[in-house]
């Protein structure tokens, strides 16, 4: 019988797994909170899980290299999303305490385009983090990848929304997950991001 203490063991496979999720989840925390860097810090999170998934390790140097090497082009897409999306909840402030004709309506606009920011968002930083190529190749290939494939980006758009709604909905849940989302849980999100939006990109990948 093997030792479950054994470094091939399934155990000790799964605890090393472990510890490159927590060592990603707490490079991409640290890198964040500059604010302006957290797209850069995204994208080199979504380069490093990309080599755990093909068994590499999860190192610092692996993850801080994807930073320096995106750290221009996501920085730009982040502080445009940040701009777009200060923009959208400063117009619902000053519609919200307006009362005129369509204000529901104009409500439901501001909504559906805060919704379509956070669903490009889903996509932009994958495409960052494997397909290089210029800025505006990458908006327009995330935007077309986004609208052929909804299902699959609604299912990546609701996961990423997850610690959100239940910050606003169950905020004694999400305190009661808060250690899981230091440790952890913010690379397992972007895993399974990975595991949906790997399928969208499959047929552009080389054949080998």
């Known amino acids: 019988m093997k030792n479950a203490f054994s470094p091939d063991s399934k155990f000790m496979i799964f605890c090393g797994k472990l510890v490159d ?3 990603v ?5 640290l890198c964040c909170l500059p604010v302006f860097t957290a797209g850069a810090a995204t994208t ?3 380069s490093t899980l990309y080599a755990f998934r093909a068994g590499e390790k999860c190192s610092g140097r692996v993850f801080f290299r ?3 090497r995106s750290f221009g082009k996501a920085t730009a897409l982040w502080l445009l999303s940040l701009l777009l999306g200060c923009m959208l909840a400063l117009d619902y402030v000053i519609v919200a305490y307006l009362d005129f004709p369509g204000r529901m309506a104009v409500i439901v606009l501001i909504f559906f385009v805060a919704f379509a920011l956070v669903l490009f968002s889903g996509m932009i930083y994958p495409v960052v983090s494997q397909f290089p190529a ?15 494939n909804l299902p699959k980006m609604l299912l990546v758009t609701a996961m990423n929304l997850l610690p959100l709604l239940l910050l606003l909905l169950l905020p004694q849940v999400f305190l009661l997950l808060g250690f899981l989302w230091l440790t952890c849980g913010f690379s397992l999100v972007a895993l399974y ?8 990109f499959a047929p552009f990948r080389p054949v080998v």
């Open 193 to 200: 991001d990975i595991q949906v939006i790997e399928k969208i």
């Open 66 to 68: 994807a930073f320096r």
């Open 25 to 29: 989840n707490l490079l991409w925390l």
């Open 134 to 148: 210029s800025l505006r190749e990458m908006t327009v290939n995330a935007v077309l990848l986004c609208l052929a």
């Open 21 to 23: 999720l927590v060592r």
């Open 44 to 46: 080199a999170m979504m």
